[in-house]
């Protein structure tokens, strides 16, 4: 992944462990050397006619500092994701 104009880059690797379209999506995920992968658990639920989805990051390679932190860059990945979205979808937002 390269942030910005190539300022940087994140060298993100992992395995999908679970594709259960369209309702659950499991991988391990990391952009650090060696094995240490955190597991990352997608579950898409119809809730109210729309689509719900739960997200959860565990693995605990990470203290509660680099937690917060990846939870940060989730959140501005869902927010950009949902900007890209909304026009074909007729607007929404989402909650945090």
Known sequence: MVLGDGASE?????TYLEVDPPR???LT??????????LVTVELLEVDGKTE???TQTGGHMDAAGYAQAEEGWRGFFVDLE???????GGGTMGG
């Open 53 to 55: 989805m739960r997200f």
């Open 29 to 38: 995920l990391t952009d650090r050397p060696g094995d240490e992968f955190e």
């Open 24 to 26: 659950r999506l499991v």
């Open 10 to 14: 994140i060298p993100w690797r992992g």
């Open 83 to 89: 900007s890209l979205l909304a026009p074909a979808a």
